[in-house]
């Protein structure tokens, strides 16, 4: 079941879902518009970036994810960016999940975007679980990236990805 406007307002009240930099008008009738905290290019962090056809960059988001052991957080892209050309994607954060979201942005469109500090660039919804797993991520002791404030790139996974992903 995915919670809607009234869940979510509680469970922010209480430090979950975002716990960090929330604000009330990003807040959707089922879901939660999440910013641009910063993006990373390389290596390197912005506030600005121009996205050229063909590219993309990781985003920082600004909100920090506390995701209860009942529930996950699923994002998707929002509508208008989708129709600008612009493919967002991030993963689907399991229960007990603390971390800021790193999303990759794709420019799909013929066109430069432009993509700037406290830009609405996806949205996440919370679903509810039906029990509380046996392990959650927070007590897995080869959870990755749990409590990612600065990106850890591949996180633990690093020489595994090296071996298959040719530079």
Do not use: W
């Not at 009738?29 to 962090?45: A, F, H, M, Q, R």
């Not at 959650?136 to 850890?152: I, Q």
Request: hydrophobic fraction near 35%.
């Amino acid at each position: 079941m995915v919670l809607v406007d009234k869940d979510i307002k509680k469970l922010v009240q209480k430090g979950l879902l975002i716990s960090e930099n929330y604000k009330p008008e990003n807040l959707g009738c089922v879901s939660y518009d999440l910013t641009i905290g910063n993006i990373i290019d390389k290596e390197e962090v912005k506030d600005e970036y121009v996205l050229k056809p063909r590219e993309f960059v990781i985003v920082k988001t600004n909100e920090e994810l506390n995701i209860p052991l009942n529930l996950t957080g699923r994002i998707e892209e929002k509508n208008s960016l989708m129709r600008a050309g612009l493919f967002v994607c991030g993963p689907v954060y399991q229960p007990g999940h603390k971390t800021y979201s790193f999303l990759r942005a794709y420019n799909m469109s013929s066109a430069d975007i432009v993509l700037k500090k406290g830009f609405k660039i996806a949205q996440i919804f919370f679903d509810e679980l039906t029990d509380i797993p046996e392990e959650t991520y927070d007590k897995k002791v080869n959870a990755s990236f749990n409590n990612e404030n600065k990106y850890l790139r591949y996180g633990k996974y690093e020489e595994q990805y090296q071996k298959i992903i040719k530079q």
